[in-house]
């Protein structure tokens, strides 16, 4: 894309699409969230991040374990 404000946008919102699957896969599986940890993934913009959170979250046992 050549402009900058819809690469952005775009951007912006495949995050917010990741950061939402981590937070679901979490609840379907009955982990619970805190908020601070809902805070951090729905603010983090960084894809690699929020890729590795998403395969972190299919197996981790508590929510905290997607940072380490």
């Known amino acids: 894309m050549r402009n900058p404000i819809i690469r952005e946008a775009v951007d912006y919102g ?3 699409g990741e950061a939402k699957a ?3 896969i979490l609840r379907r599986r009955g982990i ?3 908020h601070e940890t809902q805070e951090r993934v729905l603010t983090c ?4 991040t ?3 959170w998403i395969d972190r979250a299919i197996t981790v046992k508590a929510a905290d374990e997607l940072f380490g």
């Open 14 to 16: 495949e995050a917010r």
């Open 22 to 24: 981590v937070l679901r």
């Open 32 to 34: 619970p969230i805190s």
């Open 45 to 48: 913009t960084d894809q690699a």
């Open 50 to 52: 929020l890729e590795t």
